[in-house]
Each structure stands twice: as C-alpha cells, then as structure tokens.
C-alpha cells in the first residue's frame, strides 16, 4: 500500500516537474530577448508591425510600465503625437503609484527575483519622459501643453535628485535645454534663462560620464539671454565649431529644430553566475545568482547636416543616454548584488528545509529535492528591463530660416564620414522669430 | 448528502457573486457640488470655486455702473486668450463658460462670439446668403463688436519634497478696454492645497 502510494505521489511530482520545465523555463525569458522582435521591426521603419508585436508581449501587471514607454515612443515615430502623450502620461502617473513602496513587491524581489518588482523606470528614464511629451506637443504646435510639461519635469528632477544627490548625472541637462527653447516659445525669457543656465551646469556636471560639454548652441542661448546687449553676439556661429545656430538674430527669420532619435539605447543581459554546492544535500545542488550587465548598441550616425540651399547646420550630441544608463547600472549594481545574494542565502534553507522533510520519502522524496532544486534555479532571473526603445544618444542641429515654407535635407554621417543615408522633409513651415521642429529616428546600425 | 451538496451550490454561488461583483464596473451618481478630491490636482472643485468668485466679484464690480452711465449701454464683452501658466493640464473652459454664462443671464453684460467661434458662424451666414429665404437671411457686417475683453491666466507655485507637496493655485482674469486698453476688473481666485502621497501601497 506504501509503496502505491509512493509511486502515485512520484507520477504526480514528474508530471509536476514535466510542467515546470515546459510552462514556467520559458516564461522566464527575460524580458530584453522578448523585445528584441519590437527593436527589430521599429530598426526597419516597420512601426505598424513593432506595434503588433509589443502588443504581443502582453506586457501587463510588474512590466505595464514598460508598454506605456514603448508604445509612447512607437506612437511618436509613427507621428501620432496625441495618442503617444497617452501613454506617456499614463507612465507618468503609474510613476507617480509606483513612488510608493510596496512590501510585497520587495519581498518578492528578495524570496524570488527583482522582477517582481513593479518597473518604475530608471530615474534617467523617468526624465526623458518630459522631453518626448514636449516635443509631442511641439511638434502638434501646442507650445502652452509643452510648458507645461516644462514646469512639471522642474519639481520631478528636484524630487530625483533629492533621492540621490551624487547623482549628478541626473541633472536631466538635455531636457533642461528643450525647456528652455519651449519657454522662448511661450514667451518666458526669465524662465528660459534658469532652464539654460540650469542645463548648463547639468552638461558640465555629467560630462564626466557623458565624455561631452556643454553644446555651443545652448552657450550662444544663455549667452543672449543673460547679455542681451552684448557685442559677442555678433560673433558668427560657425566659428564655433561647425554647430548650428546661426547667433545673428535676424527678425525676419525663425529656425528649425532637428531632433534624431540615433540608434538604440543600451540593452540589459543576465550574467548568470553558477557554482555546484558540494554538499547539495544541505541546499540547492546549484547556487546561482543572476545580475544584470550592460550591453551597449552600436549608434550608426556620427553626425548629421540640416541643410536648405547654401544654407547648413550641423548636429551636435545633446544626450547620450548609453553613458548615463551604464553610470546609473553602475551605481546601482551593489544594492542588487546585496539583494541578490540574500536571495540565494534564503532560496538555499527553503530547498534545504525542503529535501530534510523529503529525505524518508524514497523516490518521491528525490523528486522534491529535484523540483525544489530546479525552481530555485529557475527563479533566479536578472532583472533586465529597462525603455527600450530610447535612443542611444539623441542628436540635434539648429537651421536658422527665413519665415516660410521650406524643403529640408538631412545627410546622415557615419563614424568613418561616411554618408549612410539622405532623408528630405518637405514643406517644414517657419514662422518669424519661432522655432519649427522637427524629429525623426535611425536606428538601424548598417 | 443531498442537504451537503446543496450547502457546496450555496457556498459556490456566494463565492461566485462576490468575485463577479468584484470584476463589475459600478457607478454612483453625486452631486456636482461634492468635492472628492483624489490625486489632489486641479479638480472640478477648483474650477467650481473659481466661477463662484470670479461671478460674484465681477457683476458686483462697477465697472458695469461705469460702463452704463458712459456708454447708455450694456457692456459687450468677448473671451480672449486665459493661459495656463501652471504646471498642470488644465481645461480653464469650465470656469469661462460659468462665468459667460452668468454675463449673458444676468442681462446686464452682453457676450459676442470668440475668435473660435465666430467662424463658423460667419461660413452658415454666407451660406444663408445662398440659401436661406430673403425673409430669414442674415447680413453681414452686422455683427455687435465687443467693448471689453476677458482675458487671463492660471499661475501655480508647487513646494515638494519627498512625498509630500504644497500647490498654490493662483486665477487672475481681467477685463481690458478694447477702446483704449484700459484694465477695468480685475479678478482674482487663490487655492491652497497640502498633499501627502502614500509612502506604502
């Protein structure tokens, strides 16, 4: 009788495990090879189709906040700017939910993995968000809705910052500098002025990370606004360095704002690390820990040329979102390697304390020890979610124009100088004294 | 055995009700004047308590009186451009529309057409002109200009820190003389609001 009921109790347990292995290994892929079908379509100009396959995903519940960001940039390729401000306002107040902290979730993250945590996006993330909603709404020509945003993302940096105050990296310097030029188009000069000199110091205090200073463009901007008179003004801009904003004020003419998404940001893996418990009895027959490592995607434009007629600008880098992923991962990975560590310490004594009430069990009891040793193993997963669809760094070039309808052409530039590709956009309407802009991706690395 | 089965149905029935009930979406009616504050952002009821201030000062102004004893007639006024300066998406037409309503309905403050509006109503006119009987058509050029214009902004100054935040809203609108620009009201509607967010979910 004991041993039907032995064999009975071992049929269900190898159906069990039979289970495990085929429902439970493969939905702990991790989520950076699930998106990678979405970077790959969105790579391809295919936004439609990248669109289907994120929907696909089913990101949903710990990873909603991940479907919000990614569609909200899919949505802004595709040029659906009210329908891409959707979703970045619900990330926003997902954020705004997730700034709470919940005990279970943090439970969860040291009895099973990190991803059950609830993704609240990474604080470098968190800021980009203003800037994609504000180029939205100034690319809808909703120049109010976009400072807005401007005076939001003020008290979201300052709360950011507050948090981590070594952080300088996340002086959110590139979005100071687009709060500045949507603050001009409202007509807040003062207001203007404190974002510029803000992004100033936010581009020199990061340029330990990033490897850049602060672009010429934003200097010529904070240099006419807090000299207004000055006699520098008239010195041209290109001796500046190739760079594009034409300092001479002329009242006739408005600008052009070029804004390119370059490349594909940076890409979490797992770096799993195993090692065989010589005495398995006494816990898992495998100790692992899984820690994310960072994987950075090649950026295919080196430099781009907005140009009319004889009249041309050059791109500078205004934000290199690889630089300050790989600093903050950086920062953050003893915290994780902490967690990680107390997980395998407790995922240990559970399958201990597992194969000790098994032992008399008999191949039953074998069994248990197996399923318990093979979900530990399983559940030990990095977390390896972040935006993924942010650009590697973001490039930006300044036209100066007179007031009209104009043609533009973009040659985008390799590392080696040379030409990748040639793009127009047509019909790009300059105002007198406003700024028109414009955006466009390339993120395919061929 | 029979009683027992019954008593599973129940049991299956009650835990069934309770979970459906969980997954319907339920709505309750309340009235417009209940204030619920939820996110502790700009609300109905902030928009409610700035028509209320903005209709009481500015039909017991006098600068209706003025407009009278000068002009024999009743001010016309149009909506011109409120900004929102604060940090919020906040449609200021709710408050607008309250406070044009309670122009036109008191009688003594005549409201012309906006900017936005007028155009449409000035493509039915030369419609009318092609189609409408002579008896009903409509001229142009007969349209009431307006003698003042209402104009404004909505300013925010948020103090935060942490999970906690203080927002001051601040509602100016005023009422400029299109003759010679002259201002002749001026309102103004402050809010304060202490907000503590959650620091467990």
């Known amino acids: ?446 | 055995m029979i009683a027992k089965k019954k008593a599973w149905v129940m049991v299956a029935a009650v835990v069934a009700a309770v979970i459906l009930a969980g997954c319907s979406t339920q709505v309750k009616r309340v009235g417009v004047e209940e204030v619920r504050d939820i996110s502790g952002t700009w609300n109905d009821t902030d928009s409610r308590l700035v028509s209320e201030e903005m209709i009481r000062d500015s039909l017991s102004g006098g600068w209706i009186d003025r407009f009278g004893m000068t002009s024999k007639k009743a001010p016309a006024v149009i909506i011109g451009n409120i900004r929102n300066l604060s940090q919020e998406h906040i449609n200021t037409n709710t408050f607008v529309n309250d406070l044009e309503r309670a122009f036109v309905n008191s009688g003594r403050v005549d409201v012309v057409a906006s900017k936005n509006e007028r155009g449409d109503i000035r493509e039915e006119r030369v419609d009318m002109d092609l189609n409408a009987s002579e008896a009903s058509r409509k001229e142009m050029g007969k349209e009431a200009g307006a003698d003042f214009m209402l104009i404004g902004s909505i300013n925010t100054i948020i103090d935060a820190s942490d999970s906690e935040q203080v927002r001051f809203y601040q509602v100016d609108l005023t009422l400029v003389s299109l003759a010679d620009n002259r201002k002749a009201w001026n309102g103004q509607k402050k809010l304060k609001k202490d907000i503590k967010n959650a620091k467990f979910r």
């Open chain 1, 1 to 446: 009788m004991l041993s039907l009921t032995i064999n009975w109790l071992g049929r269900q347990l190898f159906g069990l495990l039979a289970l495990l292995a085929v429902f439970v290994l493969p939905g702990c892929a991790t989520y950076s090879v699930g998106i990678a079908n979405v970077e790959h379509e969105t790579s391809e100009r295919n936004v439609a189709a990248a669109l289907k396959a994120l929907d696909k995903l089913k990101l949903s519940g710990a990873d909603q906040m991940l479907n919000y960001l990614n569609k909200g940039t899919l949505l802004r390729f595709q040029g659906d700017y009210a329908a891409s401000n959707q979703q970045f306002e619900s990330a926003k107040r997902l954020m705004e939910m997730l700034s709470a902290t919940s005990v279970a979730e943090q439970t969860g993250s040291v009895m099973v993995n990190d991803t059950m945590k609830a993704y609240e996006g990474l604080g470098n993330e968190q800021l980009l968000v203003y800037a994609f909603k504000e180029l939205n709404y100034l690319q809808s020509g909703n120049v109010d809705d976009a400072a807005v945003e401007a005076r939001q993302f003020d008290i979201k940096q300052r709360l950011i910052a507050e948090k981590d105050t070594s952080a300088t990296y996340l002086s959110g310097a590139f979005v100071r500098y687009l709060n500045g030029m949507v603050y001009e188009e409202a007509g807040e000069s003062d207001s203007a002025r404190i974002d510029y000199r803000k992004a100033v110091d936010g581009y020199a205090a990061q340029s330990g990370v990033t490897g850049f200073g602060v672009p010429a463009a934003l200097k010529a901007d904070l240099d006419r606004l807090e000299t207004p008179h000055a006699s520098s003004r008239a010195v041209p801009a290109r001796k500046l360095g190739q760079v594009a904003m034409q300092l001479q004020d002329t009242r006739d003419n408005g600008e052009v704002v070029f804004i390119l998404h370059n490349g594909l940001g940076p890409s979490l893996a797992e770096n799993n690390v195993m090692v065989l418990n010589p005495n398995p009895q006494n816990g898992s027959t495998i100790l692992s820990v899984a820690l994310p490592k960072f994987v950075q995607r090649p950026v295919p434009v080196a430099r781009f040329e907005l140009s009319e007629g004889s009249q041309s600008a050059s791109s500078e880098i205004v934000e290199d979102v690889n630089a300050i992923a790989r600093k903050s991962l950086d920062d953050r990975l003893p915290m994780i390697t902490g967690r990680a560590v107390a997980r395998l310490v407790v995922k240990n004594a559970a399958v201990k304390e597992t194969k000790k009430k098994s032992e008399n069990a008999g191949a039953a009891g074998l069994l248990i020890g197996l399923v318990s040793d093979v979900g530990a193993f399983a559940s030990e997963r990095a977390d390896t979610r972040s935006w993924s669809l942010l650009p590697g760094n973001i490039l930006l070039a300044r036209l100066s124009l007179p007031a009209g309808t104009h043609n533009l052409k973009v040659n985008f530039y390799g590392s080696n100088g040379n030409i990748l590709a040639t793009r127009d956009y047509t019909s790009v309407k300059v105002r007198a004294g406003r700024k028109a802009f414009v955006s466009d991706y390339y993120l395919k690395a061929n």
